[in-house]
T-cell receptor, first 110, second 116 residues
């Protein structure tokens, strides 16, 4: 089967840096994605890592280590609007099935 | 470019009834995926359609079914509704090809289903 683990909640201060980790156990791993979801809203795509290493998109960066079955999302210069739930998702095999983690609720405090 | 649309946005049904939800993907997107989101279980994958064919299926009972039309619009159907089917049902579309493109899914606002 497949399983993903990420912390349920993280709290950080505005302007700080926060890292949300994701570990996975899957067969047929293809890639790791990150999505953001505000309360009452739909998930929105943040980043995708198909290869090991760091991907940077503005204030957000995502990292993948396939050998460690581990990835993380790094949010810099936190803003109040970053308060949301963040989901890691693994793509399984060549058929591109996407399996989501249970989500990490990020609370940014002033 | 219009986003993913889902209808209806809210639905109330009673146990034993059936329901059909509709999803219109972003123009040009050939892949449509369906997810069930509940507070306790997070986002659970239901199925994915690509060019009218079911390409992937999650671990849901046969009461959950779907289809995709030639214009990429998709419907999902739940028969014999149970209380536990109350959830937000999200549809997502993507280009459906390899790499980042298939993983960059664009979600609709969802249909909130309440089963009484």
């Amino acid at each position: 089967g497949q399983s993903l683990e990420q912390p349920s909640e993280v709290t950080a201060v505005e302007g700080a840096i926060v890292q949300i980790n994701c570990t996975y156990q899957t067969s047929g791993f293809y890639g790791l994605s990150w999505y953001q979801q505000h309360d009452g809203g739909a998930p929105t795509f943040l980043s995708y890592n198909g290869l090991d290493g760091l991907e940077e998109t503005g204030r957000f960066s995502s990292f993948l280590s396939r050998s460690d079955s581990y990835g993380y999302l790094l949010l810099q210069e936190l803003q109040m609007k970053d308060s949301a739930s963040y989901f890691c998702a693994v793509t399984i095999g060549s058929s591109y099935k996407l399996i989501f983690g249970s989500g990490t609720r990020l609370l940014v405090r002033p | 470019k219009a986003g993913v649309t889902q209808t209806p946005r809210y639905l109330i049904k009673t146990r034993g009834q059936q329901v059909t939800l509709s999803c219109s993907p972003i123009s040009g997107h050939r892949s449509v995926s369906w997810y069930q989101q509940t507070p306790g279980q997070g986002l659970q994958f239901l199925f994915e359609y690509f060019s009218e064919t079911q390409r992937n299926k999650g671990n849901f009972p046969g009461r959950f079914s779907g289809r995709q039309f030639s214009n990429s619009r998709s419907e999902m159907n739940v028969s014999t509704l149970e209380l536990g089917d109350s959830a937000l049902y999200l549809c997502a579309s993507s280009l459906g090809t390899s790499g980042r493109r298939v993983n960059e899914q664009f979600f609709g606002p969802g249909t909130r289903l309440t089963v009484l």
